[in-house]
């Protein structure tokens, strides 16, 4: 997709992203050109366990950005299809309360893209 020729100057994780989607790599490069520290998807919550502890459904977050203390995590799905992720973002919510995340959806990567002159074709 592209990032293996990126260089990210801010990025804070030891491996190179692997992003699943052209709009991810597209958010990466404008927090790195703004100098905004992240990191991708460091960290997945346990949502819910069964009696056993074993994991029966987990969230992994897009970014983080540490000077922010902040989770974000972009989806390009169309709005009718958001609902399951809605729905593990209000659980997440409820289960880390101290956690702070933004959601951001299709239309506000479209906007960005806008502002930014970004090409997100995918």
């Not at 052209?22 to 927090?31: F, G, I, N, P, S």
């Not at 399951?84 to 933004?102: G, Q």
């Amino acid at each position: 997709m592209g990032e293996k020729s990126t260089k990210f100057h801010v990025y804070r994780g030891q491996d190179p992203p692997r992003f699943a989607n052209d709009a991810e790599l597209e958010c990466a490069k404008v927090l790195d050109y703004y100098g905004v520290p992240w990191e991708y998807e460091p960290r997945t919550f346990v949502l819910e366990e069964d009696e056993d502890g074993r994991v029966l459904e987990a969230f992994t977050p897009d970014f983080y950005l540490p000077d922010q203390q902040l989770f974000v995590e972009i989806t390009v799905m169309k709005q009718s299809l958001v609902t399951r992720k809605n729905r593990k973002l209000r659980k997440l919510r409820a289960r880390y309360p101290d956690v702070k995340i933004k959601l951001f959806y299709k239309r506000d990567i479209e906007r960005l893209a806008q502002r930014f002159r970004l090409d997100l074709a995918s």
